[in-house]
């Protein structure tokens, strides 16, 4: 029982807290994604930060002295992630959708970095941003679009 708490080389406790975080910062974001009916949403947004808050933490005993590793695992999680987003971006006709799953998915792995280093801050941060963003602009964007496609079926003959 107290190898569970911290003795010798087995820490559970700061690694659970760190994903319980990352997971709890990313669940709205899931939340929205999902209550907007996107191809990502309430398991993937968590997931997602959990997956890189692990891979930081797993990562940290392998570059304690050099943050130059640690920098080179950061970067190719931001790689990975733009390429999870890329592939929530459709084209369609003349329009693309998935861009804010897109753009939701890459944030929400930076979420999960910055759990996994420990600066819940940053963390805390981004998730805010992203979750007002995403329940503020939703409606205006349906608004916005609303009063595009009235002005495309409006009658221009008379000019």
Partial sequence: MEQLFGTDDFYVVPHLVALVVA?????????????????????????????????????????????????RIVEGLITGMGFIGGGAILRQEDSVKG?????????????????????????????LVTVITLWIFSPLNRIGRGAEKGREGADTSAE
């Fill in 23 to 71: 997971y709890a910062l990313a669940f709205p974001i899931g939340w929205n994604r999902e209550h907007e009916e996107r191809s990502a949403g309430l398991r993937t947004f968590p997931l997602v930060a959990v997956a890189t808050c692990g891979f930081i933490q797993t990562a940290e005993g392998l570059t304690d002295s050099s943050p130059e590793a640690m920098a």
């Fill in 99 to 127: 861009t804010a799953t897109a753009a939701s998915l890459w944030v929400t792995g930076a979420i999960g970095v910055s759990a996994g280093l420990g600066s819940y801050d940053v963390a805390v941060m981004l998730s």
